[in-house]
Nanobody, 116 residues
């Protein structure tokens, strides 16, 4: 499975961005996809995940502001980020859990920068 993330950029406080993660390869093996982020000097944290049946999970700090969704036909997962704050600044990466793999697959990160 290959994961290609896109959509990062620089916005001001309160702005919006939409990230996309396109999966290719053995996509039928994917059971869950998610977005993670890592800010400078901090550990990577889960931002949002979505399963193949549409169950979602969010870190508390983004609830009500971020929304994860998927387009099964395009094998793409989106992260709509609204009301962005400077503390959302990080490298965002997507990953995918596969039914047969012991560890998730990761895509390359995309930088999100929010200025005050």
């Amino acid at each position: 499975v290959q994961l290609q993330a896109s959509g990062g950029g620089s916005v001001q406080f309160g702005g919006s961005l939409r990230l996309a993660c396109a999966a290719s390869g053995s996509t039928t093996s994917i059971t869950r996809m998610g977005w993670y982020r890592q800010a400078p000097g901090k550990q990577r944290e889960m931002v949002a995940t979505i399963t193949t049946v549409g169950s979602t999970n969010y870190v508390d700090s983004v609830k009500g502001r971020f929304s994860i969704s998927r387009d099964s036909a395009k094998n793409t997962v989106y992260l709509q980020m609204n009301s962005l704050k400077p503390e959302d600044t990080a490298v965002y990466s997507c990953n995918a859990d596969l039914s047969w793999a012991a560890f998730p697959y990761w895509g390359r990160g995309t930088q999100v920068t929010v200025s005050s």
